[in-house]
């Protein structure tokens, strides 16, 4: 039988706990009344602790054992919760993943720091250890059972033989309790035993036997001087275990959060989780499958059998509907990504000293997992800046007539094969004049160049710019910005940026839904096939011979109005054929820019499975990838961003030379 | 005969433990998520003994075993909970819901074997 490996499955449960404890934590802070929330953050990390220590996270365990005990003071309410106790907490919940992802560190000193601070927030109470037994050889033991001990599962039998285990044993039982059989009830116990043993074990040995009856039976073990006799007397007792009286302890009733926490709970009980490199094996064979289907078709459509086209086009059908069921199994509600940013706004908050709100919606909407994971660094850039640069302190804000707390909103939506997540901030705006300055100054852009708003704006995006006058530990230190522009270009993404001085600015990110697989143009430049992703083409048209004629030198096409620049592929790819008659231009965008494509032929629309380049192949430009036609061959997918902005640097150079 | 055990918990890592721990020392194992789910689970078979948390969203173990000794088909079933607390409460509580034995978080594989082949006996 083969088991996934329990480390990697802890250390992913761990993971979801802690961001439990967060959303409790910060959910509390805002509520510190909130009964529910105490609940939920003592369970996770009480689970954590749990599970922590039986996976080796020796150190996880004992230091998440103290914030366990304080919340689980909290939850008793015998101390109330307080901001300071939430905050040292949450401190404490980053120390915990540090210990979950790197318990061989050395920590201790932290540790202790966090320790003597959450100590601070909460009285914290030491808890003594138990000491053990001393051990003797010769015991005369009583004993007697509750009369419900076997209803509930103890077998005396069971305990007899673990007696005997121990050493020279011998039973006797006293059956003067049994009642007439007419009253008698088969799973009631109405025995009682005495049993002289001889053992070298220690006497915390025969405690060990009744161990999980101990509080509920009449037990007496005496240890016997000398000769065993035949009859005990109860002389020198050393330890009288009398029954407790099981009414004593009312049971808590088993009192649960309301409906909505059950019916999440049992949501939850019906996901199945699956390692991600799963997923993307089952993906890969999906693609397999969309590739030997298209070959099929073709077959099917040269052979001109009836009976295999039919065959050939169910088969079309269902792969076309595997493929889709595969994209939504892959998906993931962005909530997952949000979440996290109620932690950096509240950390940035504190760290800038501005009162930020953070609003989110959309949190419904559903993207590639592996999308979601590569937007989360870009997007924390984006919220930095936002809240370092975009909005004003307090003081401004009354001063400009706002309210006094900055808003940063991060929305999500859908919109055709793309999700659109924009980041929004109420500050300042992006100041125009400062962008032109320092890309002037740091020779980005000639001086006086004319430039659009949008233009300007993804300047932000250039290495080395930033116009933070004052580096603070957040943002300023012009890193960042044009990584997260490289990162949404290596998602096939778009950046857009809007902003209005004095109410703030809006950065949408459009992120194709998903990476593996992409609907594409098929086109030919020569003898060689190409795949243009068919999200970023806008339109196709012909190249007629005397736009061609004029514009050779210049290759720009007027398009309704608008110059576009275009690149002939055929000259690009040295292909060193004669172009065909009729040369097709494709015309593609990526968010305001565009470009067009000369082609020889567009031979139609092909559903795309990505495979990516090999690592000697990593730098190539022009390209993002490969793909298998259906007749076997391989086409390389064009990379628009790189494309656009060649055809873009062609026409910046053009206006420089006037 | 293999012994057959219900593991109810609602923590992955731990049912992913016990299960390793005591399938591979010969017991057919079936898993449970919460105390509801492991009724669900008794109303469908028998069991020779039950291994279960006591913290669960849903239904927690303590209604669980209450619920389960309720049940003449599983009259006389030992009940093992896992339980974190050494606090002597709890361990009351448990007992007088009804559950026969307890094990300690955290614990070692051999030492959920050991008080499995306790409990069930020779």
Redesign the interface.
């Known amino acids: 039988?083969s088991?996934?490996d329990?480390i990697a499955?802890?250390r992913t449960?761990a993971a979801e706990l802690l961001e439990q404890i967060e959303a409790g934590l910060l959910d509390l802070n805002v509520n510190l009344g909130d009964k529910d929330q105490v609940d939920t953050v003592f369970?996770s990390l009480?689970?954590l602790?749990?599970?922590?220590?039986?996976?080796g996270f020796d150190a996880l365990?004992a230091f998440t054992h103290h914030c366990e005990t304080a919340f689980d003071r909290v939850r008793k309410g015998e101390v109330p919760a307080t901001h300071d106790l939430v905050g040292a907490v949450l401190e404490a919940k980053d120390h915990m993943r540090l210990l979950v992802d790197t318990p061989t560190g050395d920590h201790e000193a932290a540790s202790e720091a966090l320790l003597a601070s959450l100590r601070r927030a909460v009285d914290g109470a030491g808890v003594p250890e138990a000491p053990a037994g001393p051990s003797t050889t010769r015991y005369t033991i009583r004993f007697s059972l509750p009369q419900d001990a076997?209803?509930?599962?103890?077998?005396p039998?069971?305990l007899l033989?673990?007696m005997r285990d121990l050493g020279d044993c011998r039973v006797v039982a006293d059956r003067s309790a049994i009642p007439p059989l007419d009253q008698l009830n088969p799973?009631d116990l109405h025995l009682s035993w005495t049993v002289e043993l001889t053992t070298s074990e220690p006497r915390s040995a025969i405690d060990d036997v009744f161990?999980?009856v101990m509080?509920?039976m009449q037990l007496e073990v005496t240890e016997v001087q000398g000769e065993p006799q035949t009859s005990a007397a109860p002389a020198e007792a050393e330890a009288v275990v009398a029954a407790?009286d099981?009414a004593a302890?009312t049971?808590?009733p088993?009192a649960?959060g309301p409906a909505t926490?059950?019916a999440k709970?049992?949501k939850?009980?019906e996901n199945v989780?699956v390692p991600a490199e799963r997923l993307d094996e089952l993906m890969d064979r999906v693609g397999e499958l969309v590739i030997a289907q298209s070959r099929l078709s073709q077959l099917a459509g040269s052979s001109g059998d009836l009976q295999l086209r039919a065959v050939s086009e169910d088969v079309e059908r269902l792969s076309g509907e595997l493929r889709d069921t595969m994209m939504v199994l892959r998906m993931v509600p962005v909530t997952q990504l949000f979440s996290r940013f109620r932690r950096l706004v509240h950390d940035l908050a504190n760290e800038t000293g501005k009162v930020i709100e953070l609003v989110t919606e959309g949190e419904t909407t559903e993207v590639d997992k592996s999308v979601i994971e590569r937007l989360a660094d870009p997007m924390i850039h984006l919220v930095r800046n936002s809240c370092d640069h975009g909005l004003e302190t307090a003081e401004q804000r009354l001063a400009a007539g706002k309210p006094a707390a900055g808003t940063i909103s991060l929305s999500a939506r859908q919109q055709g094969g793309e999700v659109i997540i924009t980041i929004k901030d109420d500050g300042r705006g992006i100041d125009k004049d400062r962008v032109r300055a320092k890309a002037e100054s740091s020779g980005l852009i000639a001086a006086n160049a004319s430039l659009s708003d949008q233009e300007l704006y993804q300047l932000i995006f250039q290495p080395g710019f930033s116009t933070a006058q004052q580096v603070t530990n957040l943002s300023g230190r012009g890193v960042g910005m044009d990584v997260v522009k490289r990162t949404i270009d290596a998602l096939r993404g778009t950046i857009n940026v809007v902003s209005r001085p004095g109410q703030g600015s809006e950065i949408s990110l459009a992120i194709p839904l998903t990476l593996a697989i992409i609907d594409g143009l098929l086109v030919r430049v020569g003898s060689g096939r190409y795949v243009i992703p068919l999200a970023a083409v806008e339109e196709c048209l012909e190249l007629s011979v005397e736009e061609d004629m004029r514009s050779r030198g210049r290759s720009f096409i007027s398009l309704r109005d608008s110059l576009v620049p275009f690149i002939r592929l055929r000259d690009l790819f040295r292909t060193g054929t004669t172009p065909d008659p009729f040369q097709k231009v494709v015309v593609i965008s990526t968010g305001s820019e565009r470009v067009g494509l000369v082609v020889d032929q567009i031979i139609g629309d092909h559903q795309t499975v990505i495979k990516s380049m090999s690592k000697l192949h990593h730098d190539v430009g022009t390209f993002s990838g490969a793909t298998i036609l259906g007749d076997g061959n391989v086409a390389l997918i064009l990379d628009v961003g790189h494309l656009v902005s060649e055809g873009q640097q062609q026409e910046a150079q053009l206006r420089a030379a006037g | 005969m293999t012994a057959s055990i219900l593991t109810v918990d609602?923590?992955?890592?731990?049912r992913?433990?016990t299960?390793?721990a005591l399938?591979n020392a010969g017991y057919t194992v079936t898993e449970a998520?919460?105390g509801?789910?492991g009724l669900a689970k008794l109303d469908a078979g028998q069991f020779d003994?039950i291994v279960t948390d006591l913290?669960m969203?849903?239904?927690?173990g303590?209604?669980m075993i209450?619920e389960l000794?309720k049940l003449p088909a599983h009259?006389?079933?030992?009940?093992i909970f896992?339980t974190?607390e050494s606090d002597?409460?709890i361990?009351?509580?448990a007992?007088?819901?009804?559950?026969?034995?307890?094990l300690t978080?955290?614990?070692?594989p051999e030492s959920l074997v050991k008080i499995v082949r306790?409990?069930?006996?020779?």
């Open positions: 039988m088991f996934p329990p499955v802890f449960e369970r009480h689970t602790k749990g599970s922590g220590a039986m996976f365990a076997m209803a509930n599962g103890t077998n039998l069971g033989d673990e799973v161990i999980f509080d509920d407790t099981p302890t049971p808590k088993a649960k926490v059950d709970a049992a939850a009980a989780r | 609602d923590s992955a890592s731990i992913l433990t299960r390793v399938s998520v919460d509801k789910d003994i913290n969203p849903n239904m927690d303590l209604t209450r000794r009259t006389g079933v030992p009940v896992l974190t002597a409460e361990k009351q509580q007992k007088a819901a009804g559950a026969t034995g307890w978080k955290p614990f070692d306790k409990v069930l006996g020779r």
